[in-house]
């Protein structure tokens, strides 16, 4: 079965958003601006699950069957422009899975993301001149959605198959927080946890009141910090 959100979508966007800054930079500044602009960076390459929370997510409080039967593989690169110690502005492509089974009837969703998102270094911002190994970052940021949903509906000993795929990006906002560790000054690793909103109730193909479906992103990563593209 083909799927219409592949991973080839996601190095695409990923290429775009190591390369696109540099191109769009190059033709406006003088050589000077240019460098002091693409100091310093860092690139994270991260992977963990994403978990589904909506109108068929029986296992919010069960830890273990969440992470077993609500969620899935996920995989994602975030490139991070930091304009001091404390600020950052963000980048990231997200490619993963959530899926569920309730009463008969069962999903799994596709998921691809593109997104923008504001970082706050909260270590730097009050422990600057005590602690700079460890540290934690909260943030936010907005973004796009494309998913593709394959949902199962057993109806008597039949099961209906049905496919939902979104048209056109979806919007979702989100917010979250990470903790690093510095390996040396170019090298860390790195522990997150997002949630994300998505803005209808479309991811499960399932429509049960006014309450819309979102999901979580846990992960871990590894950051390599330069100071030239």
Not at 32 to 44: A, D, G, I, Y
Not at 200 to 223: H, P, T
Request: hydrophobic share 35%.
């Amino acid at each position: 079965m083909k799927t219409t959100i592949t991973t080839k979508t996601f190095w695409f966007c990923t290429v775009l958003l190591l390369f696109g800054s540099t191109l769009v930079f190059s033709q406006a500044l003088d050589c000077r601006q240019k460098t002091k602009f693409m100091k310093p960076w860092s690139l994270n390459a991260n992977f963990g699950i994403t978990s589904y929370f909506g109108d068929l997510s029986i296992y919010d409080h069960n830890i273990s069957k969440k992470n077993s039967r609500e969620s899935g593989n996920s995989f994602g690169i975030t490139l991070t422009k930091h304009f001091n110690k404390v600020i950052g502005l963000s980048g990231q492509t997200l490619y993963g899975h959530i899926q569920a089974y309730h009463n008969k009837y069962d999903f799994k969703t596709e998921l691809f993301e593109y997104n923008i998102h504001a970082r706050l270094d909260l270590t730097n911002l009050f422990l600057a001149n005590e602690i700079n190994q460890v540290g934690v970052v909260g943030y936010a940021g907005i973004g796009h959605l494309l998913f593709k949903t394959l949902k199962n509906i057993e109806i008597g000993l039949q099961t209906l198959e049905i496919v939902n795929k979104s048209n056109v990006p979806e919007f979702i906002c989100f917010f979250g927080g990470s903790v690093y560790y510095n390996l040396s000054n170019k090298l860390g690793v790195t522990a997150d946890l997002a949630i994300r909103q998505f803005q209808n109730d479309r991811l499960d193909d399932f429509i049960q009141g006014d309450n819309y479906d979102y999901y979580s992103y846990l992960s871990v990563g590894i950051s390599y910090h330069f100071y030239n593209l």
